[in-house]
């Protein structure tokens, strides 16, 4: 889990530049989903007070880490969204888990993927939050959303759009491994909860 968090906030900070696409995504969308994916299989194998401990020293570690190899701003947005985003994970989660297979883990991931996309890239690069850090011109510069030359926005929202759209298309790849993992647990007497 740390070492998912500090590589993806290292990673935000960096476009994607392959396929264009530096306007629209950031290399930390590839990375970030896969921490909704270890809380999920904590939470299915241990039950949500062990995912939530995981998900607390996970975001201690990791503010602090993050606070050296990025920047105290990302750190700030980080740990906020990241705490906030996985709790409510870990509740959603633990709701649906007697639903089927694929239930819990895709609508937690995805409710929580939403919040933590508005928490994050709101703090990490909207100018409204300088008081954490000084602005990034490049991520507050005025880009063409998606190609309309009508709509202009910050470079930032349109990285959050991109990466909310990347960390669905993660949620949904991560089924299989899900299912692959959680069928290993029922041999090893998951938590109900």
Do not use: C, H
């Not at 190899?69 to 709790?87: C, D, E, H, K, N």
């Not at 709101?122 to 507050?140: C, E, K, L, P, Q």
């Amino acid at each position: 889990m740390i070492l998912v968090v500090v590589a993806s906030n290292i990673l935000v900070q960096y476009p994607f530049k392959p396929l264009g696409l530096s306007d629209l995504l950031t290399w930390g969308a590839f990375t970030y989903p896969i921490a909704f994916f270890i809380t999920d299989i904590t939470n299915r194998r241990y039950g949500p007070k062990k995912a939530r401990l995981i998900v607390f020293f996970g975001f201690i570690v990791a503010v602090f880490l993050s606070i050296w190899f990025a920047t105290p701003r990302i750190a700030i947005a980080s740990g906020t969204a990241f705490l906030t985003a996985q709790l409510i994970d870990v509740i959603i989660f633990s709701k649906l888990r007697d639903a089927k297979w694929w239930k819990a883990p895709l609508i937690s991931s995805s409710i929580g993927s939403v919040i933590d996309t508005i928490i994050f890239f709101s703090i990490a690069f909207s100018a409204s939050f300088v008081i954490f850090g000084s602005n990034d011109d490049f991520a507050i510069s005025q880009i063409s959303f998606f190609g309309m030359d009508f709509l202009q926005v910050p470079r930032w929202f349109s990285w959050a759009v991109g990466d909310l759209v990347v960390k669905f298309i993660v949620a949904l790849a991560l089924l299989f491994p899900f299912a692959i993992i959680k069928n290993k647990i029922g041999v090893w007497k998951e938590v109900k909860v």
